[in-house]
Structure formats: structure tokens, C-alpha cells
């Protein structure tokens, strides 16, 4: 093993490694708190390796190659990160590691896992389905490591990991890691660990002294702008740009491809084969800038890459730590550039709450904001376009008099209106009313001579013709009584009649 880390050129330890890796080889659970880009997958691969490799000598399994190690992790990327890993510090020894995830077929992983298999490393849904169609068993595990569990328990795997742990033996050594160590996070480790070592190397939350940190005041429509331009300096070799929305992702990475800077978007929508090709791409220097959401950058580990952009501030305050630790990684310098729009200051003051610093603001850029100069949501924005009200100070207000409608003059004998006494401004009519025009309209109405009323109809309920009585009908000779039987057919008529 020491072999394969001169290859690696790995010289010192990290504060993470130095302190982990003893406790992991006297086989104690392990709490590491440890921010990200700090070499976690070294610390707990390599005493790993280690220990299973003593196990594989002093017991051989002659030919078998049960699942002995379980790593549970939150992405592909990461997961194909972490096999990468154990390829590298294990290719001199005896042990077969093996990533599973989903988004592909699974064809080829069931070939490798009846192959044999020595180190599992697998994201939550995927290792669920091989295990309801009863190709992994898990009764074999000594060694379970949780890898990024608060980005576990932020993208809602909480559940599928419980269901995980029901399957795992009671004696194991379980590794718990996290970059940031929130309540929920310390619940779940209390509910796995058994009188664990707990190791943090950094304060809780915050970000790496290495990473020069900037932030710039702009408009939330001209970020596209700002960015551009910032990616026309030829210093910026290598750009990771963080998107909040998978849609944000695309749309950041065709406007810098049609800016002329090659570019492509990294997120959970796009294909395997698609996400490793532009990841692939980056890394070798084929793009510039690669645009991606948090899930999918989680798994990204460049050794090289210099800056990190921040297009959209992250709503959760430790998510900023995670962005900006993808870049001075293992001592090196990096620069992280934020951009922040007025609705994105509650979460720019929520960062640098958690981080305990003000983040320095670059001025006077083209496309500077003015929403920097003040505090956001102190006051409304006034409506455009609506006229202020003057205000005047110690003036008594009139109160408006009401205007009443004109009202026509009784007549005079000499034929004319009367004019009021006052003379005040009064509304003009519709149209104006002369004493010629009183005069016709009296005329009008003497020589007309009146309609003739009609009376309203009165509806009452008729009188009965017959009264009724209350005597009994009288009774019906019989059909075909010979002689009386006119007379009794007319009797029955008029008794019909009657009733």
C-alpha cells in the first residue's frame, strides 16, 4: 500500500487522515466532522484496505468473495469517486472493489457482483432494488461507512438508509462522516454509532483559509452579463458554476457557449453516459466551465480547479461551504466568486452568519447593484408611475363643498327665471333650459287631452254555478230495467251534471 501512495505522491497526511486512520485500525466506530476537500475518502480507504487485506491472508476465502465492506453514498459521482479511490490505494493488493448506481442498466453490475466482490460502494436506491431481487446480501458486512450523511439526509434518503442499516449485522464497525454536523445529522449518527471516537479537524461550518473569497452586487437579469465577462479573463483556467435549479443549469451553459466559451451543464436529469462525458471534459481541460447543481457537483474532485462560481446564492447556509470547498482542495489556493441579486440577501446574510465573516464586495464593476447600499426588505418598493401626494405640514384641510344639481325657477309674470341673489360658479348642464322652453311644455300639456284610464283588471276566484251539498249521491237503477229506463238514464245524467 505504500507503494501505491508514492504514486499517488501523498508525502503528508492531512489533520483528517492523521487523526482518523489510527482510530479506524484499532476498529472503534469513528465520528469525523471534516470539511469538504479535506481528503475524507483517503481516511477512511486506506486503513480499510489495510485491515481487510490482514483479514483476506490470515483467513482465505478459496475462491469466495463475499461483501465484507459496505460505503453508502448519496450520488454517482461521488460513489465513482470513492471506487476510483480504493482502485488506486489497493492496486497492489488483493481485494475487488465494486461501484453500483443507478440511471443505467443493471446488467453488467449483477455480472461483477456474482463475480465476487470485496468492497461495495453503492448509492441508496439502487443497492434497495439488488436487495429486494435477492442478488446482495449484506449478513457479511464487518465494515459500514456513511459517507456525506447531511447531503443524505438533504436529498430525502433518510428512510432508504434506515432500511439499509435493518439489514446489516449488529457487530460491525460503522464510520460516520459529514461536512457539517447540523441536529438532524447528530441524531442519526447517535442512532448507528456505539461509543464512537468523534474527530473535527475544522470548526463546524466553516471555509477553508486557502479559498479567497468575492462577492458581487448585480441585477438579477444582468448575472448573465457579469459572467461572461468575467470568464473573457484568460486567468480563469477552470470555472465550476453553481446553478440553484436543473433549468438554471442548461440555460447558464448555452449562454457562455454562445458567448464563445466552451461550456457544458452537469445535473440529476441528465444521463450517465452524458454526466461522465462533460465531467470527463473538464477535468482533461477540453471545457472551460462546467455549470451544475449541488447533488451532481458532490461527487466532483479536481485537483486543479481554480475558481468556483456562485451564479445563485444557495438558500441553506452550509451548502455554500460545500460549493466553495470544491475549490483549494489539500493546501492549494482557490478563489470563490459569488453573485447576489436583492431577493438572494436573507441568504447572503445567513451565510456569512454561519461562516463568521463578511465576504468582501467587489465595487465598481459595470453591472454593480445599488442593492448593496442598503438592507434588503427595510422598505416597499413605491409603485411606478403612481403621483405622491405633497404633504404639507400644519395647513388645515378644507373640506370640499358639495355642488348641488341646477333646480328650475318658479315662474314670473314677466315670463322669466328668476336669478339667485348669489352668484356662485355652478357646473355646466348637459344643455340649458330658457323660459321659452317652460312656456311650451306647459302649452303642450293644456291642449292634450288625457287617455282614458282603464280599470286594472280584477282577477277573483269564480262563484260555483251549483252549490254543494253535502247529501249523498242518489243511487243508479240498474242497466236494462225495461220501461224506466229513460227516465232512469236521464236522472243519471243530471246527477253526473250535479256531482
Not at 490470515?58 to 469517486?81: M, S, Y
Amino acid at each position: 500500500m505504500l507503494r501505491a501512495l508514492q504514486d499517488e505522491g501523498y508525502t503528508v497526511p492531512t489533520p483528517i487522515q492523521q487523526q482518523s486512520i489510527p482510530i479506524i485500525l484499532q476498529r472503534k466506530d469513528l465520528l469525523g466532522c471534516a470539511q469538504t476537500g479535506t481528503g475524507k475518502t483517503a481516511a477512511f480507504a486506506i486503513p480499510l484496505l489495510q485491515l481487510m487485506e490482514g483479514e483476506r491472508a490470515a483467513h482465505p476465502t478459496h475462491g469466495q468473495r463475499p461483501i465484507r465492506a459496505l460505503v453508502l453514498t448519496p450520488t454517482r459521482e461521488l460513489a465513482i469517486q470513492i471506487e476510483e479511490s480504493f482502485l488506486a490505494y489497493g492496486r497492489y493488493l488483493h481485494l475487488k472493489p465494486l461501484v453500483i448506481f443507478g440511471g443505467v442498466s443493471q446488467q453488467n453490475q449483477v455480472l461483477a457482483l456474482r463475480r465476487g466482490v470485496d468492497i461495495l460502494v453503492a448509492t441508496p436506491g439502487r443497492l434497495l432494488d439488488l436487495m429486494n431481487q435477492k442478488i446482495i446480501s449484506l449478513r457479511d458486512i464487518k465494515y459500514f461507512v456513511l459517507d456525506e450523511a447531511d447531503r443524505m439526509l438533504d436529498m430525502g434518503f433518510i428512510h432508504d438508509v434506515k432500511r439499509v442499516i435493518a439489514h446489516l449485522p449488529q457487530h460491525r464497525q460503522t464510520l460516520f462522516f459529514s461536512a457539517t454536523m447540523p441536529p438532524d445529522v447528530s441524531q442519526l449518527a447517535n442512532s448507528l454509532l456505539h461509543a464512537p471516537e468523534s474527530v473535527s479537524v475544522t470548526p463546524i461550518s466553516s471555509t477553508a483559509e486557502t479559498v479567497q473569497q468575492s462577492l458581487y452586487f448585480v441585477e438579477k437579469d444582468e448575472k448573465k452579463d457579469l459572467l461572461v465577462h468575467l470568464l473573457k479573463d484568460d486567468s480563469i483556467r477552470s470555472a465550476l458554476i453553481f446553478s440553484r435549479t436543473k433549468h438554471g443549469a442548461d440555460k447558464v451553459a448555452k449562454i457562455l457557449a454562445k458567448a464563445g466559451i466552451p461550456a457544458q451543464a452537469i445535473h440529476g436529469n441528465k444521463s450517465q453516459n452524458a454526466r461522465q462525458s462533460a465531467l470527463s471534459q473538464f477535468k482533461n481541460g477540453q471545457t472551460r466551465a462546467l455549470v451544475a447543481t449541488d447533488i451532481a457537483a458532490r461527487g466532483i474532485d479536481i485537483d486543479e480547479l481554480s475558481h468556483v462560481i456562485n451564479y445563485d446564492l444557495p438558500n441553506v447556509p452550509e451548502t455554500y461551504v460545500h460549493r466553495i470547498g470544491r475549490t483549494g482542495r489539500a493546501g492549494a489556493s482557490g478563489i470563490a466568486i459569488s453573485f447576489c441579486d436583492a431577493e438572494e440577501r436573507a441568504y447572503l446574510k445567513d451565510i456569512q452568519k454561519l461562516i463568521s465573516k463578511n465576504i468582501p464586495v467587489v465595487t465598481g464593476h459595470p453591472w454593480e447593484s445599488r442593492a448593496g447600499d442598503r438592507p434588503v426588505m427595510k422598505e416597499a418598493a413605491k409603485p411606478v408611475g403612481r403621483p405622491q401626494r405633497p404633504q404639507q405640514r400644519n395647513v388645515p384641510q378644507q373640506k370640499p363643498t358639495q355642488q348641488k344639481p341646477p333646480q328650475l325657477q318658479p315662474k314670473k309674470s314677466n315670463g322669466h327665471a328668476a336669478h339667485s341673489k348669489t352668484a356662485q360658479p355652478e357646473p355646466k348642464p348637459m344643455y340649458r333650459l330658457t323660459p321659452q322652453h317652460v312656456n311650451d311644455d306647459n302649452n303642450r300639456a293644456l291642449h292634450q287631452k288625457p287617455k282614458p284610464q282603464q280599470p286594472e283588471p280584477i282577477f277573483e276566484r269564480p262563484a260555483p254555478t251549483t252549490p254543494r251539498t253535502t247529501t249523498p249521491p242518489p243511487s243508479f237503477p240498474k242497466i236494462g230495467a225495461g220501461a224506466g229506463s229513460g227516465s232512469g238514464s236521464g236522472s243519471r245524467r243530471r246527477s253526473f251534471r250535479q256531482r
